[in-house]
């Protein structure tokens, strides 16, 4: 599978077009879905993360009001939350990557970019998470208050991604798995689910 690592945001936009657009029949009836249990782990796990995403959220806004030492203290409290944060979500990504996208990709039209585009946006938030952990370890402790502005904009920025993702893969890339993968299949990606999480 390509990930689309070159696409510029317009080719992005364009390519979430075409998702909603095909899948419109599937976001009709979204709200009437009843996931199977690896689908509705993987609904529970976003709820969780969502939480996780307020909080820093949260402290990057307050980030923007604060100064000198407290500013320091809230920088420290959003590091640690990335953190932790950052490793939840790649626990997570890695049962969509290594178990429900090769599920589904047979079921897909070589066309059909939804896989690649939802890699991609794992990718960049990964991305985003990954510049903030980097750069703030970077400074260590002769971190300034202009540093920390800047780098609190790749938690901004991962926060805006993870949301509008979650939003695509709950209303469109979980109903339609729902839809296209048979009995068997489902089992088969509980199995996947159990062996990738050990």
């Not at 690592?5 to 009437?32: A, C, H, T």
């Not at 782990?41 to 993360?49: C, P």
């Not at 939804?114 to 703030?136: P, R, V």
Request: some cysteine.
């Amino acid at each position: 599978m390509i990930i689309l690592e070159y696409m510029k945001e317009d080719q992005i936009d364009i390519v979430n077009q075409y998702i909603n657009k095909e899948r419109e029949e599937i976001l009709m009836e979204s709200s009437n879905i009843h996931f199977c249990r690896p689908l509705q782990r993987l609904m529970e796990e976003h709820v969780v993360l969502r939480k996780d995403m307020d909080l820093f959220y949260e402290i990057t806004e307050e980030i923007e009001l604060e100064s000198g030492t407290v500013l320091v203290e809230l920088f420290t409290k959003l590091h640690e939350q990335i953190s932790l944060f950052a490793y939840k979500l790649k626990a997570h990504s890695k049962l969509e990557e290594e178990g429900l996208f090769p599920l589904m990709a047979p079921h897909l039209g070589e066309t059909d970019q939804i896989l690649e585009t939802m890699e991609f946006e794992h990718k960049k938030a990964e991305e985003h998470l990954q510049d903030f952990l980097s750069e703030a370890e970077t400074c260590g402790s002769s971190i300034d208050e202009n540093d920390v502005q800047w780098i609190a904009l790749h938690a901004f920025r991962a926060h805006a991604t993870l949301t509008q993702h979650f939003a695509k893969e709950e209303k469109v890339l979980f109903p339609l798995a729902e839809k296209i993968l048979s009995i068997e299949e489902k089992q088969e990606l509980e199995r996947l689910f159990h062996t990738i999480s050990s």
